[in-house]
């Protein structure tokens, strides 16, 4: 089991759909991450939130939008994807130190149609 | 920037032993981890290295070589459940936040 969860599980959406994906972490941990995998890729840094606020963007386009309402919640709204967003979106959280690693959630498997 | 390299797919028998390696290139570096990853699950967390030499954590150890940028993620006894992408992760600079390798798929087969 992961302490990290994420809902919801599988998601398809049409071009035109707003739909949000939703992260939940109880662990003190003040970063949090977004990561986009396509299959058989490596995750892809999205955004990263410290202390509730976003500290990286790695030039993600504006369809995706963060929110960061708490220390424990990581929202990933949805507006206007295209078929290539299809992915697995990954949340995780990490303390702030080095040698502590990501705590990922088991994903949301995101398809556009 | 960093340059992260592992091999694509490895196949391996039940039973047996498999080394994955990963090679990187950065500047600060500041630590290396281990994740395993089942086609459509979370990436879990198996070893970190920071310092050079080994550590050991049942069937499954990481060797850290700095000078030589250079890691490998030991399997021993392998099991069919160990079929997975294994994911070479860096850290480097002032950062916390690690860059993914690629990932090696292995296969056990009986």
């Known amino acids: 089991d992961t302490e990290v969860t994420q809902t919801p599980k599988h998601l398809v959406m049409g071009m035109t759909n707003k739909k949000s994906l939703k992260c939940e972490q109880h662990?003190?941990?003040?970063?949090m991450y977004w990561y986009k995998q396509k299959a058989k890729k490596p995750p892809e840094l999205m955004f990263v939130y410290s202390y509730e606020k976003l500290s990286i963007n790695e030039s993600v386009p504006s369809r995706f939008s963060p929110e960061c309402p708490n220390s424990s919640l990581l929202n990933l709204h949805l507006h206007a994807l295209q078929p290539e967003d299809s992915a697995l979106y990954l949340c995780?959280?990490?303390?702030?130190?080095?040698?502590?690693?990501?705590?990922f959630g088991n994903g949301t498997r995101l398809t556009v149609t | 920037g960093q340059n992260i390299d592992q091999p694509t797919e490895m196949t391996a028998t039940e039973g047996a032993i498999v080394q994955i390696n990963c090679t990187y290139q950065t500047s600060g570096f500041n630590g290396l981890f281990w994740y395993q990853q089942h086609a459509g699950e979370a990436p879990t967390f198996l070893s970190y290295?920071?310092?050079?030499g080994l550590e050991e954590k049942g069937r499954f150890s990481s060797f850290l070589s700095r000078s030589k940028g250079y890691s490998y993620l030991l399997l021993k006894e392998l099991q069919m459940k160990d079929s997975a992408s294994y994911l070479c992760a860096v850290r480097s600079g002032g950062s916390y936040i690690p860059t993914f390798g690629r990932g090696t798929s292995l296969i056990v087969h009986p």
């Open positions: 995780a959280s990490s303390p702030e130190s080095a040698n502590s690693p990501l705590h």
């Open positions: 290295n920071v310092l050079d």
């Open positions: 662990m003190g941990h003040r970063a």
